[in-house]
């Protein structure tokens, strides 16, 4: 079993930049691929960006491509999400997710899932 916590969400004016991070417990972190996942108001959940477990592969969403950067600590168990130039449309609960098979994971079958955390962007 692999519990998650997510932090660093918040309230920032467009144009901003936030930094997500999501604790994983237990000792296999390093075994798992890790991924963030964000779900707007009345909307489907939305895969935004991954990280294999070894680092090495990074995947995004065409919409945060070139703002958001993925990246993991195994020391620290942690995956971060960094958010810059963020717009309105980011505006989501942001929620982390760990698997065994990236392609899966990245395809929204995620194996364990936080509770997630708010980003919310004015305009």
């Known amino acids: 079993q692999v519990q998650l916590v997510e932090s660093g969400g918040g309230l920032v004016q467009a144009g901003g930049s936030l930094r997500l991070s999501c604790v994983a417990s237990g000792r296999t972190f390093s075994t798992y691929d890790m991924a963030w996942f964000r779900q707007a108001p009345g909307k489907e959940r939305d895969f935004v960006a991954a990280?294999?477990?070894?680092?090495?592969?990074?995947g995004y969403a065409d919409s945060v491509k070139g703002r958001f950067t993925v990246s993991r600590d195994s020391a620290k168990n942690t995956v971060y999400l960094q958010m810059n130039s963020l717009q309105p449309e980011d505006t989501a609960v942001y929620y982390c997710?760990?698997?065994?098979?990236?392609?899966?994971?990245?395809?929204?079958?995620?194996?364990?899932w936080g509770r997630g955390t708010q980003v919310t962007v004015s305009s």
């Open positions: 997710a760990a698997g065994f098979t990236y392609s899966a994971l990245v395809a929204d079958r995620a194996v364990y």
């Open positions: 990280i294999s477990r070894s680092g090495g592969t990074t």
